[in-house]
Every structure is written in structure tokens, then in C-alpha cells.
């Protein structure tokens, strides 16, 4: 057997990797004309040794692998750890056959999802694991191994491993290249012509592994900023001494996302011309208006590349294929691929082409558009062979028809696609065209459509979240009411606005009037902290609520940024500050929401960085300080953020901050984290996941006081000093809302915890509603966007003389999309086990990686838990209300 020897990197490092210069295509889709190589990394501390990676599990590799490591490693010595920092079969192929073989002691250590792939890809789970994390050490002897989680780098079980006392950094696919190199390090390879065949294969590599995962790659350079780097062991290509600076800076460049244009890019290809002439039309159909521009590409003729790049930044993509043995064109196919839910998700995309006699090849491309999560909002069009004028005509329609729709214009659903999903109103498996309206889960949008929708137009959550509240029943089109007052409605979230627009649903003769205590235009407030992370979201339509278009057309005159001081209950006026005309009303809906509750002895607004999170110029503030920190930072300091709250609120906007690229402290009075909606054992696996993304948690303490120097807070003192204090950069508090009742209680409403009011959502005094947050309508107080819209509804209806509008309450479903896991809580979750009548059902389908918990009393199923399936969520919400019994759960569950 041919021998080969290990390459000292450090006196007690060596690469013992296998090289591969023969190989042309790698993972099926990358070209690899520098052949690679596979590198694995052996380090000998006084006491301990470690191998990071191995080889791909192909014989002359495997053997190339051995034979490296016996040329360094002495016979009386083995080794203790094999560390994956990513188990891509090319870097952990290898590892079981030489664990049994040789090592059968050794542990393993990598992310819990790096070690149930292990697990899956050896078929085995004989050996030893420890579970990586940030705060994980391995003292080799003289040299420690610390590890990053980089999720994303290349798959979400990706980390780095760090070792300080060499600053060597051991990245997997991070700042890799499939280049063949036997000198193994860079600055070793001289000829210039190989140079910059590297700094090709490098960007090639970064487009295709990591392209889909930019703002990843921004976390990952963010998460070793601070660190010292001599090295870095990458695992393919060569080890890098030299241009380290240039690396992150090139990875910071390429990684910068493309801003989306208002624009639609036309790709097609067309063999007999038919599919172009359809195009032309529908291009001339878009330009009808004049509004968005349209860019068309012939993609036998532009470069693959530039088509990408265009369509990467538009907002309306369509592609044109005509039918070739019953399929679309390969070249649509490549750019439909190309296409993932990452990045476009959300953008319009719709589908046409010419054919002869079946039409497969548009139909099969509007599938994988929805596969990759865009809207396909209208039908493909397809024309047989040639189009006629008439057929032009049609195409011209098609496309301005788009453009409409990505205007802003609503227009019906498509009825072809009539997806089979167990519904309560389709049990039997019989789907109708009745229209019904379906709520958000995530975000409380109520939708309309006859079928579940694909995707929220809010929060962009999927099919999977939509809950169905119930049919529309067309024919019984309710009646207009006849008052013909003036209502005011004080505050324009989600109850106000649901309120108003509930009141134009049955009454188009009375005056409205919308009093907005923001400067905004009325906006989604659960989209804030998502709003925090991607402030494009703030230019987006979808982000608010309430179109000047709507208020023009239904004729609802709004006052923005108007503080209301005073009711005049006997003149039935309202009062405004710093102006002098009262506001006559004759109904008056209070919906002046909440503010989140302060847990500091100081006053939040004498700091310059110390934020709730509850309204969009909190938002806006909050991103201006960090911008403005990140300026300010010493190089190499991470800005560190303090979350109170470990609630749905605190968890989200962790993740924000986290984006941002702040490291982030979430401090929970409660010993666990989303205490109401969780178990034990549920908020266990939840803290799991976000240690595992960076967020340190401090559970069980209650913060008492900023630690302030003038007017910026840098830290936060604890109760009992325990623990004594955390020091930070940003302080953001989410600890939940407090009703806004001032108003109410000086006009003196009945108010408890919020302003009391009955089904109807009337008040203590008649002609005065309220709703929402502010709104106590029987106890507990329920704060949540869902709730706000159901009883905005109601008080708008009732204002305007609707009988038969009550309010019900209903078991409140949560979910909560963080960190690419969902948790979902429907109940009143039991906080222990001592009720005698209680009883629990519990799955934990670590294959499928979701844990159900189902909680009974006297029989009767009250509660759920679900995390990692949003769509089984919808199945225990539709079993709480149905207060299935506990035989009959365990037949539709178990
Ligand atoms: C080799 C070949 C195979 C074809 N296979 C199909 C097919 O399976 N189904 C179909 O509807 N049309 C099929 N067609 C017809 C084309 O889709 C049709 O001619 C169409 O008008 C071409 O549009 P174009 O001029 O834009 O390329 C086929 C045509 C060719 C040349």
C-alpha cells in the first residue's frame, strides 16, 4: 500500500487530509475543475488528542487518511475526540469506519444536529457523543478547543472550533475551495496562474455553498470578529496562512444581500418563436401603466449570470417555457431551481408558455415556484401553438393583470389550485368553493379564500399556520344597518382598524373617524421585532394595515399623530391635545392598546438606549442605536444586548438583535422560558435550541435597576444580587403589556385590569366601546394581536347597530417562529402535575424531531404543546375545541 505522510502545521498540529485532484463534479451540481481536497486535522495536546473531520468513505481516500495519521501519531497513542464541525458525508464519511476500527473509545463531539446526522449517516448510534455549544471546552493538555456555533455554514449543524492557544480556526466549508492541493497551504502556491484559479474555485465555492445563506455567512464572520486568527483549517482546499484579512472581507462583500427592486424580469426561451411572441405581449400588457419596469431576457441568447442577477433583485418574476416531452425547457428549469425559499420567498411569480397537445412544462414550473415559496397568484397561461390576435390579446391581459396584483389590487384566488387538506369544514374529504376566512396563527391576518392560503400576505408563514374560523355564506349577504351618526375610534392597531373596517362592512353612511396616536401609518405591530432584523420591511405594503386607498374608498377620514387628553361624555366630544376643535362623536370605540410593562426603578426614557418594544418608532430607535453602536464599537468588542422578558415578545426580538449581530443576554423572572406556554420539559428543548444559537439565558431573576453612566444605561442589577449584574450595550424590555386605561378612568369607566366592557364590547357607559389590549371582556385580560382583531370586530359591529355580534372566548392558540423551529401552545397550560383529574399524553418522535404534549382533565383533552410541526398544532387547537376525549385523541394522535 502506497504511504503517505502528515503535514505539520503547528509543532503538534498536522493535516492528515486525502487529496483528490481527479474529481470534476462534486455534490452532483458543483463543477470542479481543480479537483479537491478533503481535509482532516489531527492535534496532540499533552494529554489528549483530537481529530477534526475526516474523509469522504472512499477506499484511496480512506486509506490516504490512516496512512497520514500513522506517519505522526505514535503506536501507544489514540485518539480521544473526533470533532465535526459539519457531517457533509465528504467530511464525516469516513468517521464511524475508523471509530469502530481503531478508536472504538473515542467521543464524539459536534452540534445536536451534527450528531443525530452521525447517528443517521453511520445507521448507528454505538459511540460516544458530547454535545457542542458556546460554552463547551476541551482541554487537550496545553491546548483548548473551544467551539461557535455557525448554523448554516454549510447545513444547520455547522460550528467552528477555535483554538486560542495556537489562533488557529477550524472552519469545515467556511473560507473553503474545491481546489487540489498538495503544498496544503496557501502561501505556498506561487504560480500566479494557480493563484487565481484559487480565488476563482473560491468564489464559485462561496456562490454555490453559501449564496443561499448570506445573511449566515454575516453571523458567522460577526461570531469570530473578536477572535485572533493565525490559521484557518478549512476543509477544503488549502489551509490558509496568508490573505486571512482579505477572506472575511471578500465573504463580507459577496455576502451582502441585493436590495429587491420594484421590477419584473420576463425569462423564456421559445424554439418555434411562438412562447417569445406570447412574451412580447405580456411585456406590452405589463408596460400598459407605465408603473413597473419589466426586463426581458431570451436566455438562449444573455448569460446565465446576468439573468440570475437581475431576477435576484426583482420583485415579479416570470418565466416562459413551451413544452418539450411533456416537461419545461432545461434552462427554466436551471433558473426554477435556482429559486429557493430563503430569498424569494414572497415575490410574485407567474408562468406562461406555448404547446402542442398536453402543456406539462408551465404547470410543472408554477409547482416549483410555490415550492420555493412565491406567490403565484395568478393561473400559468398556456396557448396552444401559435397565438392568434385573440390569444394576445389574452396575454397582454395576463400580464397587466400581474402587475396589478403586484400593485396592490386584490382580485380572487385562483381556483385551480384546490389543495386536499383535512379542514372541520372538509372532515369528509369533500372540498367546496364556499369562500371561509382563515386566520394567521402567526400574526392573527385573517385571510378570505375558499382554500387554505399558501402563504400569509403578513408574516410569510405558510400554509401549514393557517387556522380556519368559518365559512362565508355568500348568498346571506348581511344587511346595512341604518345609523347614520359619526363614530370615533381612538387608536389604529389591530383592534381600531379591524373595528372600522367591521363597521364599513355594514354601514357605508356614517361618518368614521380614526384617530392614529402614531405618526405611522397604521402597521402589523407583530411584524415589529421581524421588522427589527429587515427594516426593508418598513418599505413594504404588506407591513401595514390600512391603505389611504382603503380609507379614500370607504371614505374614513384618519387624524395621524393626535393625542387624545380628554372624553366629554355628557357633549359626547373628544378632546385633543394641542388643538382646539373637539371631535364630536356619537359612538366612541377606545382602542388604545397597552404599553409594555418597565421593570427598572428608572424612568426608560432618560436613556438613550433603553427600549420597549411595543410601537414602530420604538423600532426605528432601536435600529438607529445599534447602527450608531456599531459605528461607535472598539474593533473587535461584540455589542452585547440585555432582553428581559423570555416570553414570545423577548424571544423574538433575541432573535432580531441576534441578526443585528449582538450578542444577547434574555433574562426571565420565571425559572424557564416561555413559561405560559410551555411545559417543563417543552421549555427545556426550546432554551436548547436558543443557547445553541448564541443567547445566554438567565432564567429565575428579576431585574431591579440600570446601571446607568449619564444618559445611557450600561448594565442591569438583579434582586438580591443574584446573579450581581450584566453589563451591556442595549437594554430592551418585554415583559408584558400594560392595558391603556387612562382615558377610560378619568371619564369614569368601569376598569379592573383593563376597561370592562360586556360581549357586545360595550362599556359601562352606553355609546362608548372598547377593545383589544385596553378591553377587559371577563378574566383573565387576553393581550394578543388575534384577540384585538376578534373584538375590534365585535365593537364595530355593535357600534353601528349589528344585534347578533358577541364576543367569544376562545382557547387562544400561540405559535412562535424563531430560529427556524416553531413552538406552538393552545390552553391553559397546567403550571404542575399535583390536580389528581389531570392526565397528559406525550410524544417525543425524536425522528421527526417534534415533541407533542397533550393535557387532559377529567377526561377532556384542555391543552397542547407541539414543537418542530406547526401543522399538527392546527390539529390539537381543532381537538381543544372539539374537547375531545382522551381515548378519542389517542386515536387521532397516537
Ligand atoms: C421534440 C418536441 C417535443 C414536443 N413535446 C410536446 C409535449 O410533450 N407536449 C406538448 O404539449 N407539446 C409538445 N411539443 C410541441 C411544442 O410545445 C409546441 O410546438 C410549442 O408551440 C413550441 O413553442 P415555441 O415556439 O415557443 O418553442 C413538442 C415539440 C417538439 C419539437
Known sequence: MTTYKAEKIYENVHWVGALDPDLRVFDIVMFTPYGTTYNAFLIEGKEKVALIETVKNKKEFYDQMISRIDSVLSKDKKIDYFIHNHTEPDHSGGSYKLLKERYPEAKIIGTLPALNNLKNIANSNDFETIEANNDLK????????????????HWPDSMFTYCSELKALFTCDFFGAHFNCPQVFNDLINNPKDIDNLWEATKYYFDTIFGPFKKYVNQGLDSIQNLEIQTICCSHGPVLRKDIEKYKNLYREWAKEKNVEKKIVIAYVSAYGYTEEMANSIKKGMEKSNEIPVEMYDLLKEDKAKVIEAIDTAEGIVFGTPTIISEALPPIWDLALHLNATTHSG????????????????????????????????????IMFKPSEKDLEDCENWGNKFVRIMKGEKFEPRNDLNRKRRTRSSRNGILDNTPKRWKCLVCGEIVISANVPEICPVCGAGAEAFMLLDDIKETTKPEETSFEGTIVVIGAGGAGIEAVKSIRERNKKCK????????????????????????????SEKFYIFTDKFADENNVQILHNKIVIDIEVENKNVVIKDQKEKIHFDKLIIATGGNNFCPFKQKPEDFSNVFGVRKLSDVTMIKQEVDKLKKTKEENKKLQACVIGGGLLGIEAAEA?????????????????LPRQLDQEGSLLFQKILTEKGIRLLLGVSVNELIVDGDRATGVLFKDSKPEKVSCDLVIFAIGVRAEISLGMK??????????????????????????????????????????IDQGRIAGLSSVGVTDAEFKRVATPYALFVFNSSVFSVGLIPSDNSDPSLSILSLNKNSS??????????????????????????????????????????????
Open 849 to 894: 424531531n417534534v415533541y407533542l404534549k397533550l393535557f387532559f382533565i377529567n377526561d377532556i383533552l384542555i391543552a397542547g404543546i407541539v414543537i418542530g410541526d406547526t401543522a399538527l398544532g392546527i390539529q390539537v387547537q381543532d381537538a381543544v375545541e372539539a374537547k375531545s376525549t382522551y381515548q378519542e385523541t389517542i386515536e387521532q394522535f397516537f
Open 512 to 539: 368614521v373617524i380614526l384617530i392614529n396616536g402614531e405618526e405611522f401609518k397604521p402597521y402589523y405591530r407583530p411584524s415589529l421585532t421581524r421588522a427589527l432584523a429587515d427594516t426593508s420591511l418598513l418599505d
Open 138 to 153: 476541551i482541554d487537550l493538555g496545553g491546548l483548548t478547543l473551544n467551539f461557535i456555533i455557525a448554523p448554516f455554514l
Open 747 to 788: 371619564i369614569g369607566l368601569k376598569t379592573n385590569r383593563g376597561i370592562i366592557v360586556d360581549t357586545k364590547m360595550e362599556s359601562s357607559i352606553k355609546d362608548i366601546y372598547a377593545c383589544g389590549d385596553c378591553a377587559e371582556c371577563g378574566s383573565p385580560v387576553i393581550q394578543n394581536w388575534t384577540n384585538a
Open 657 to 673: 438583535l441576534i441578526e443585528l449581530g449582538l450578542g444577547v443576554d434574555l433574562v426571565e423572572v420565571m425559572p424557564r422560558i
Open 347 to 382: 415575490r410574485y411569480s407567474a408562468v406562461f408558455g406555448s404547446y402542442g397537445w398536453s402543456g406539462e412544462g408551465p404547470l410543472n414550473i408554477d409547482q416549483r415556484l410555490r415550492q420555493a415559496r412565491l406567490e403565484t397568484p395568478i393561473e400559468p397561461l398556456r
